[in-house]
């Protein structure tokens, strides 16, 4: 079975810095897909980026990219130049390709932006 | 089209009781997931369907729950005879069958509070 594992319950950063977000799985599948999703205090989860388990370049979105290290199965956010909207729950996931499309969930961790 | 809408936003109800909720997905996901997303967690997989077709139902999935999608179209998930730890944020997911991810949205969710 796959798990997902966010170590930091709760983080805070000063708007305009850097923030990175740990996260770590588990599998022994090699065709997968991993997530960072945000989810505002309005509750509705929002796909941040995605990144495919077979591409070695590390996924970018504007000021969020991730460092993708598949050997030791860790998966990490980065947030440049952090933004008072970015303040929300922030939860790493997983998709196996081959089991329906179903996402495997970290517990979250709490990002405050402070002015 | 506006995205996945789930309705009720929010249910009280007392426990023994039954409660339905209903999701209206994206018109032409053919993919729908239920979670369910207890407080300070993240979401956990209950149930998806492709089309009209349950596919596969968590452990979490008791027989006190049933989802069915009619005619491949709107979700409905109920939950007879309510204990208090069903109490949690039940959330609605659609998709494509090959959107890898990119293609997934969420809706607002439905928070159960069973008193």
């Known amino acids: 079975a796959q798990t997902v594992t966010q170590s930091q319950p709760e983080m805070s950063v000063q708007e305009a810095e850097t923030v990175t977000l740990s996260c770590t799985y588990d599998?022994?599948?090699?065709?997968?897909?991993l997530f960072w999703y945000k989810q505002p205090p309005s509750r509705q989860m929002i796909l941040v980026i995605r990144q495919e388990a077979y591409k070695q370049q590390n996924a970018t979105e504007n000021r969020f990219s991730v460092n993708f290290q598949k050997a030791a199965k860790s998966f990490s956010l980065k947030i440049s130049d952090s933004q008072l909207g970015d303040t929300a729950m922030y939860f790493c996931a997983f998709m196996n390709r081959n089991q329906g499309g179903k996402l495997i969930f970290g517990q979250g961790t709490e990002l405050s932006v402070k002015p | 089209d506006t995205g996945v809408s789930q309705d009720p936003r929010h249910k009280i109800t007392k426990r023994g009781q039954n409660v339905t909720f209903r999701c209206d997905p994206i018109s032409e996901h053919n993919r729908l997931y239920w979670y369910r997303q207890t407080l300070g967690q993240g979401p956990e997989f209950l149930t998806y369907f492709q089309n009209e077709a349950q596919l596969e139902k968590s452990r979490l999935l008791s027989d006190r729950f049933s989802a069915e999608r009619p005619k491949g179209s709107f979700s409905t998930l109920e939950i007879q005879r309510t204990e208090q730890g069903d109490s949690a944020m039940y959330l609605c997911?659609?998709?494509?069958?090959?959107?890898?991810?990119?293609?997934?949205?969420f809706g607002s969710g439905t928070r159960l509070t069973v008193v």
């Open positions: 997911a659609s998709s494509l069958v090959y959107a890898g991810g990119n293609g997934y949205t």
């Open positions: 599998t022994s599948e090699n065709n997968y897909y």
